[in-house]
């Protein structure tokens, strides 16, 4: 009965609502940070990149991991088609928000093409599949022509300044989250929730159960490779191993799940926790990430709505005592 | 392309089996875990990697050869996985499949770091007297190892095999990974079997490693290549068949091979990404049946 | 004549067993028709093949006209196929106002913004939900679960209906409450197809009724009529005059079988004169239900138990809350004069419980052979062998193919190998749970044969039975349960003459 759906969402007990109020926040938060660079130094403008980029990503991810219950471990191919479409198509002159565009647009014709193999797969298999996936498209990008190899590929254009970064990452997040909150109004976002619960019940209920899991997962894979494209100026040349690699997919897991899956403020929540304890153990990288391995496995073990949702629940059970 | 060389692709295609049955051991455990735990253990790769740095470490400290080590490197996979599973997957396996599938994601993270941090992201490689030794077979010349390597790993399946199908053990595993429910009523301790196995895959994937690393250079971070690679041959060969994951071992061997011979060493482990990916979408079952009997 | 719903011979097998077997049903329009027949005759999955979600190995659907035999799900739900599920699935995490929604937004007829939320609004009205429709669905108990169903299912705005057991688990006020909101749906929905094993329902709402058996029809006529059919009353109860004629007592054979089972069945290791088994006021509740209310009940050594009720009623619950395998809300059970509650089922097993499962639960991945050692494993080696050639000698099928699959049997020589695995761990108390479902008359005769051998060496068994007449002609003292209480409880012959034994099947 259960087609391999998150468990580690079933306490979850608030349900997802979106009103005007939520992009209020939006738009209240989006001007303070807006604002940001006038007053912090380069060095706090590149953590508060990361957060954004980190935090959209997760958000994006959520999309179909959190609410359609389609858990993939392949966001670096997405990830990484969005960092060599910006690089190939900037490199070919055309402008940076027609490259963000065909980012996009690439990455949602990839899940179309891969979806008949990937959707037969429930559950587990469907995580393996996507875990491959990405692993194939990393090792076609080294060996294949036309992506440069292992060396990669150098943007021509001037690369822009740290705050242009932080604004044009910050605008990317505000897109992706108004985009998921407007999913979240819309009537795909029962679709997708119901799939998510029981797949066959949605189907009897006239939910056509396929479309739904492609929308989520293109629209995911679309948003994940938007912020890739940005990446890619960030860095100003794109290799395999970075911009296909599995650190992708480790930062985007890590921060979903510490966070809250399938809530809308985790994702920056565990941004921010992510970041910042990055920023404190910089010296010592590996230990930076088997730390956060460490706690990704307490998180999943004793707080398995993440740390958001374990507050919200907390706050609810208060309220209802009071 | 090549012109097609007869003897070259004999070559090929031979070689190709022998590794490929040699890798067979690094995956012969995971689809009892699988079979047993519904357990998708994606640190897997890297319980194959610790096994080759445990043979790497014994021949640089002890001077024991990497061959001579397999009995002692089996035991350490069995130990270090023991307690994993016992204190760290058993207790979330009531919040569901998807609480232990990412909770040894997160583990393998935490490996593959602890790797880099204290053996180096160099890339290192396991020697042995016969490393560059050859066999000819007429025309045909075959690394004397992988011979080595494909006799030990068909031993230790056809062993594995006989454990399964012909003990105690092996009959409560068979009952646990079929009704787990049923199996716990009719009065199997399905804990300790889930224990078992996931140990016992441990200690296989350990050894397993130890012969890739005979073949080929390894680094920190191979684990999720050994992983896939490990997942490609359990699906093959169909999930729970012992002797079948041998055969699908020799059969990915050979269509890496011919892969990288026909586009370039680059494609060896593409070509095995893409036809998982392909075979799961079509049979996620396996294509060798898996038979009653196991 | 013009059907709104036609079925063709259809067939649908789950690997050697026919559950629809060449069946055909037509629905009129503005009909409503009663499906009834005994556990495991069919009727599921005649639901799940018109509704699209199983799909038959022969035969047709037709709605409208139309072959539909081809449609996804999705497309059928479109077209105006709605169906509730007997144990209801509602989207756990989603609001009930947004189960609705989801299915009010993905029917067949368009519903514009402005449109949509009076419509999900009245139906919520109309099904009383309309005080929980921000509650998580999840939260809900089991009456509004099964509301919630019934309005997913009018939110398609659906031409058919199709009702699946919505009548189980329910109270008669309850019961009476539903009967009213189906007859109140007469006029908007053009047909319906009710399965129901609560005669209530069926008796008030149904035009037709068709009665089926082992995937046949029975019979499909007026539902006055087939009600009165005794054909119908035999099939829930058995008929006890006509199994008497058919078993044979064959005396020696019986000593035979008495002595080998001298070596698999233990004595109780207690004093004596005190019950061997105490359930105390236990309580089971899972996801919001509560399949056990207070259940207390005893077995005293060598006593046979039989523990009778409807479909629903807690039976099986109780029989896996003794093997360790449910967690108990509340209330204790103690053995042999230890509390097993928060014991692991292989522990349970060890200390001298076995269980004959439901469904028989054979390995077919173990060979019989290994199937009968696993039920014995903590034996030791001489012990095991002494045993395995018992139960051979009780049932020498199993030994000619004992190298066999398990699953490889026929269904009653499988039932006799789940009765041999359970004798292999030498229990002081045997749970049999419907042990005589899915299987013909005869082999009925045969394991129930066997069971009588296995009451005379003394042992004590509960006997958990939707069949009534065998477990009591078993029984030395039985039980009713009904909406996880006992309801009723006496010697056999009392209970048989007890009127309140048929309702409470029949309701």
Redesign the interface.
């Given at each position: 009965?259960?087609n391999?759906?998150?468990?580690?969402?079933?306490r979850?007990?608030t349900?997802t609502r979106v009103g005007p109020r939520d992009f209020i926040i939006v738009a209240v938060l989006a001007a303070i940070a807006f604002a940001v660079p006038y007053f912090a130094g380069t060095y706090q403008q590149e953590v508060g990149f990361r957060i954004l980029q980190l935090g959209a990503l997760a958000a994006a991810w959520n999309i179909a991991a959190g609410y359609t219950g389609l858990?993939s471990?392949g966001s670096a191919a997405f990830f990484g088609i969005g960092v060599y479409t910006m690089a190939m198509a900037s490199n070919a002159g055309l402008p940076l928000v027609l490259c963000v565009v065909l980012a996009a647009v690439v990455a949602g014709l990839f899940a179309l093409i891969?979806s008949?193999?990937?959707f037969?797969?429930r559950?587990?298999?469907f995580?393996?599949?996507t875990?491959?996936?990405a692993?194939?498209m990393r090792?076609?990008v080294?060996?294949s022509p036309w992506f440069g190899g292992q060396a990669g590929i150098f943007l021509t254009a001037k690369a822009p300044k740290a705050y242009d970064l932080y604004w044009i990452a910050l605008l990317v997040a505000v897109i992706v989250v108004v985009g998921v909150l407007l999913l979240l109004r819309s009537?795909w976002s029962?679709?997708m929730?119901?799939v998510?619960?029981?797949e066959?019940?949605?189907?009897?209920?006239?939910?056509?159960?396929y479309r739904t899991k492609l929308w989520a997962f293109g629209l995911s894979g679309a948003f994940i490779a938007i912020i890739g494209s940005i990446q890619a100026l960030n860095q100003g040349i794109v290799q395999p191993n970075g911009g296909f690699g599995?650190s992708w997919t480790?930062d985007i897991?890590?921060v979903a799940?510490i966070g809250g899956m399938g809530t809308k403020v985790g994702p920056w929540v565990g941004a921010v926790f992510i970041v910042l304890l990055g920023e404190f153990l910089i010296q010592?990288p590996?230990?930076h990430?088997?730390v956060?391995?460490?706690v990704?496995?307490l998180v999943?073990?004793f707080m398995?709505n993440g740390i958001w949702g374990t507050l919200t629940l907390a706050l609810q059970k208060k309220r209802n005592f009071s | 392309m090549n012109s097609i060389d007869p003897v070259g692709l004999a070559n090929t295609v031979l070689g190709g089996a022998l590794l490929g049955g040699l890798i067979a051991l690094s995956a012969v455990g995971l689809s009892l875990v699988l079979g047993v735990m519904k357990l998708v253990n994606l640190m897997h790769g890297q319980i194959v990697v610790l096994g080759a740095y445990a043979a790497f470490y014994l021949a640089a400290f002890w001077g024991i050869s990497p061959l001579l080590a397999l009995p002692i490197v089996f035991v350490l996979g069995f130990a270090f996985t023991a307690p994993v599973e016992k204190f760290i997957l058993a207790p979330v396996a009531k919040h569901g499949e998807e609480a232990g599938l990412l909770t040894t994601f997160a583990l393998a993270i935490i490996l593959e770091n602890l790797f880099i941090r204290f053996f180096s992201g160099d890339s290192r490689s396991l020697d042995t007297a016969f490393s560059r030794e050859t066999i000819a077979i007429g025309p045909i010349n075959l690394p004397t190892i992988y011979l080595i390597g494909f006799a030990i790993s068909l031993t230790v399946c056809l062993a594995v095999w006989m454990l399964v199908t012909r003990t105690s053990f092996g009959r409560s595993l068979r009952a646990s990974s079929e009704d787990p429910i049923s199996a716990a009523i009719v009065g199997i301790h399905v804990s300790r079997v889930r224990w078992g196995t996931f140990a016992l895959n441990g200690g296989l994937a350990s050894m397993g490693g130890v012969l890739i690393a005979l073949c080929f250079s390894f680094t920190p971070s191979s684990g999720s290549e050994y992983l896939l690679t490990a997942f490609a041959i359990i699906v093959l060969g169909g999930l729970g068949n012992i002797m079948g994951t041998f055969v699908g071992g020799i059969a990915l061997g050979v269509i890496q091979s011919l892969g990288a011979y026909f586009f370039g060493d680059g494609y060896r482990t593409f070509v095995g990404l893409v036809m998982l990916i392909i075979l799961l979408a079509i049979a996620p079952n396996g294509i060798l049946k898996r038979r009653r009997s196991l | 004549m013009t059907a709104v719903l036609q079925l063709e011979s259809i067939t649908k097998s789950y690997g050697g067993v026919r559950a629809l077997d060449s069946l055909s049903l037509h629905v009129a329009p503005g009909e409503v028709l009663g499906v009834i027949g005994p556990n495991g005759a069919g009727k599921s999955t005649l639901i799940g093949v018109i509704g699209g979600a199983l799909t038959p190995n022969s035969g047709t659907v037709t709605f409208d006209g139309r072959d539909i035999s081809t449609l996804s799900s999705a497309d059928r739900a479109r077209l105006g196929i709605g169906r509730t599920y007997q144990i209801p699935r509602p989207f756990t995490r989603m609001t009930v106002a947004d189960n609705v929604r989801l299915a009010a937004t993905n029917s067949g007829h368009h519903l514009s913004h402005r449109e949509l939320e009076p419509f999900v609004a009245g139906i919520l009205e109309r099904l009383g939900l309309t005080p929980f429709a921000e509650e998580v669905a999840g939260k809900l108990p089991l009456l509004r679960r099964k509301r919630l169903e019934l309005a997913r299912a009018l939110a398609l705005k659906p031409r058919v209906l199709l009702l699946d057991e919505i009548g189980a688990g329910l109270v008669r006020s309850e019961t009476e409450e539903l009967i009213s909101i189906i007859q109140s749906l007469r006029t908007e929905v053009e047909s319906m197809v009710l399965i129901e094993h609560v005669m209530d329902v069926i008796s008030q709402c149904c035009d037709r009724t068709a009665v089926l058996d082992f995937g046949k029809m029975v019979t499909v006529d007026e539902t006055p009529k087939v009600l009165a059919d005794p054909v119908v009353a035999s099939l829930y109860l058995g008929s006890v005059a006509e199994s008497a004629d058919t078993i044979v007592v064959d005396e020696s054979k019986r000593a035979a079988i008495r002595a080998s089972l001298t070596s698999l069945v233990s004595a109780p290791n207690m004093a004596s004169g005190t019950p061997l088994l105490t359930v105390d006021d236990v309580w089971v509740r899972y996801g919001g239900l509560n399949a056990l209310k207070g259940v207390s009940l005893s077995v005293n050594p060598g006593e046979c138990i039989a523990l009778l009720g409807a479909n629903g009623a807690g039976k099986t619950t109780m029989a896996r809350s003794l093997a360790g395998a449910v967690p108990l809300t509340s209330g204790t059970i103690s053995f042999a004069g230890k509390s097993i509650a928060g014991l692991r089922p292989d522990e349970v097993t060890a200390l001298g419980i076995a269980q004959c499962m439901e469904g028989r639960k054979i390995f077919g991945t173990l060979s019989i052979e290994e199937n009968l050692i696993a039920g014995g494993l903590d034996a030791r080696k001489h012990v095991k062998a002494e045993r395995l050639e018992a139960v051979y000698s009780i049932f020498p099928i199993l030994k000619q193919r004992r190298k066999n699959s398990g699953t490889a049997l026929s269904g009653g020589q499988q039932q006799m190998l789940a009765i041999g695995r359970a004798l292999m761990s030498a229990p002081t108390l045997l749970v049999f749970d419907e042990i005589s479902l899915g299987l013909s008359p005869i082999a009925v005769d045969e394991v129930y044969e066997a069971l009588g051998a296995i009451r005379d060496s003394g042992v004590s068994m509960i006997v958990v039975e939707q069949s009534v007449d065998r477990a009591l002609g078993l029984a030395d003292r039985a039980m009713v349960l009904g909406q996880g209480e006992i309801t009723l409880e006496g010697k056999p012959a009392e209970l048989l003459a007890d009127a309140r034994l048929l309702a409470s099947y029949l309701g």
């Open positions: 009965m259960k391999g759906i998150s468990i580690l969402l079933s979850i007990a349900p858990v471990l891969v008949p193999a990937l037969r797969l559950g587990l298999y995580t393996v599949g875990l491959a996936l692993e194939a090792i076609f080294v060996n009537r029962y679709r929730q119901a998510r619960d029981d066959d019940v949605a189907s009897q209920l006239g939910v056509r159960t599995m480790i897991v890590s799940i010592f590996e230990i990430l088997a956060v391995g460490v990704l496995v999943i073990r398995p | - | -």
